[in-house]
Structure formats: structure tokens, C-alpha cells
T-cell receptor, first 116, second 110 residues
Framework: NAGVTQTPKFQVLKTGQSMTLQCAQD?????MYWYRQDPGMGLRLIYY???????DKGEVPNGYNVSRLNKREFSLRLESAAPSQTSVYFC???????????????FGSGTRLTVV | GESVGLHLPTLSVQEGDNSIINCAYS??????FIWYKQESGKGPQFIID?????DKRQGQRVTVLLNKTVKHLSLQIAATQPGDSAVYFC?????????FGKGTKLSVKP
């Protein structure tokens, strides 16, 4: 019963490098989300996908792109990493948009990204 | 924009005591609220939720109270245990996606 799986768990990038954070869920959820978590800032929404085939910007989308590859997978790409993107990234999913279907969002264990 | 606030950034309690974590929300249109627990190095974990048509909901050792008049949400943990040490977030759903508070750190003293 894996839930939401994120890879990698840790990553160090140099400024200007690119990378893709992977996320997969096995709960047959329709909606998926990417958040970043910074000290004192709480969770901030980067992008979300209400259903397969759709993606939308959240609160802090600049510098990121996403792909909803299929119902299970939702990836986050940093095209040219910047030190300001140093953060912990969480992927989440829910049965229906905006946490509908009960039990809100199910989160992965996070990717700790450092950009130097 | 809307924000979800917490009255206390840190809370220290004695093992076995009851804990109360408070949250003020800002949007009277919010129809759904959730409490999450986040242990160090892990992702947030669902604890309990409540809909706006309720004022109280109980789970195992946890109770959530909702006061819509003053836009206040609280999480009560009975007989707090060392394993309850974590950061607790509240979240509200005004319209669209959930909005998360910054969190309260709960420390349990043995």
C-alpha cells in the first residue's frame, strides 16, 4: 500500500541545471498536486492537475513546469534551477479536485532539493 | 490572499496531558477543514476532517471543534504521547484547492 511515491528523496543541483521530480500514486485518485515547503511559509501550491489531461498554475508556478503523464503520474520539472528553489517538494493526490471525496490530500514523503 | 493562521507556533505539554492546538481561518466561505500531522522528515499525514455543517467531530484520541461564528478551528489530543510530537497544520477549503496554515510544533515532555 504505497500511496504517493516521490523520487528522488534528496537532490543537490548547481544553479542553471535542470531536473525532473517524479511522483506516482496507486490510489486511483483523479487529482494531483505539487507543493513546496519552506521554513515559516507553510505549504505553497506550485501546480495541480484536477484530472488526467489537465494542469493549472497554483500560487508559485514561476520556474516550474509539470506533466500529467497518465492518471498515476505527475512530474515537476525545473528547467534552470535557482538557489531560490531550494526547498522541500511534496506531491499529493486526492480522489476528487480540491480534496473532495473525503480525507483531503494524501502526501508523499517529499524531495529535499538544494540548489547551490 | 486568504491565509490560515495559528495562534501558537510552539506548544509544549507533559506526557499524558491533553493538548489543544488552535487555528484561525480567514474565509467564511470555507466548507471543509482538515488537520494534518507532519513528523520530522516526513510528509503531512491526515488526522481528521470536518465539514462546515458540523461543529464537532471525534476520532481516535482526537477531536476537532469548529466555531464558524469566530472562524476558529481547534484540535484536541487526549492523553498526549511522545509519538504525538510533530508539527500540526490546519487547512481550509474556501473554494478550489486547500490552503494550509504554517503549523504549530507540539513537543511532548516525558
Amino acid at each position: 500500500n504505497a500511496g504517493v511515491t516521490q523520487t528522488p528523496k534528496f537532490q543537490v543541483l548547481k544553479t542553471g541545471q535542470s531536473m525532473t521530480l517524479q511522483c506516482a500514486q496507486d490510489m486511483n485518485h483523479n487529482s494531483m498536486y505539487w507543493y513546496r515547503q519552506d521554513p515559516g511559509m507553510g505549504l505553497r501550491l506550485i501546480y495541480y492537475s484536477a484530472s488526467e489531461g489537465t494542469t493549472d498554475k497554483g500560487e508559485v508556478p514561476n520556474g516550474y513546469n509539470v506533466s500529467r503523464l497518465n492518471k498515476r503520474e505527475f512530474s515537476l520539472r525545473l528547467e534552470s534551477a535557482a538557489p531560490s528553489q531550494t526547498s522541500v517538494y511534496f506531491c499529493a493526490s486526492s480522489e476528487a479536485p480540491a480534496g473532495g471525496g473525503g480525507r483531503g490530500y494524501t502526501f508523499g514523503s517529499g524531495t529535499r532539493l538544494t540548489v547551490v | 490572499g486568504e491565509s490560515v493562521g495559528l495562534h501558537l507556533p510552539t506548544l509544549s505539554v507533559q506526557e499524558g496531558d491533553n493538548s489543544i492546538i488552535n487555528c484561525a481561518y480567514s474565509n467564511s466561505a470555507s466548507d471543509y477543514f482538515i488537520w494534518y500531522k507532519q513528523e520530522s522528515g516526513k510528509g503531512p499525514q491526515f488526522i481528521i476532517d470536518i465539514r462546515s455543517n458540523m461543529d464537532k467531530r471525534q476520532g481516535q484520541r482526537v477531536t476537532v471543534l469548529l466555531n464558524k461564528t469566530v472562524k476558529h478551528l481547534s484540535l484536541q489530543i487526549a492523553a498526549t504521547q511522545p509519538g504525538d510530537s510533530a508539527v500540526y497544520f490546519c487547512a481550509e477549503r474556501p473554494q478550489g484547492n486547500l490552503i494550509f496554515g504554517k503549523g504549530t510544533k507540539l513537543s511532548v515532555k516525558p
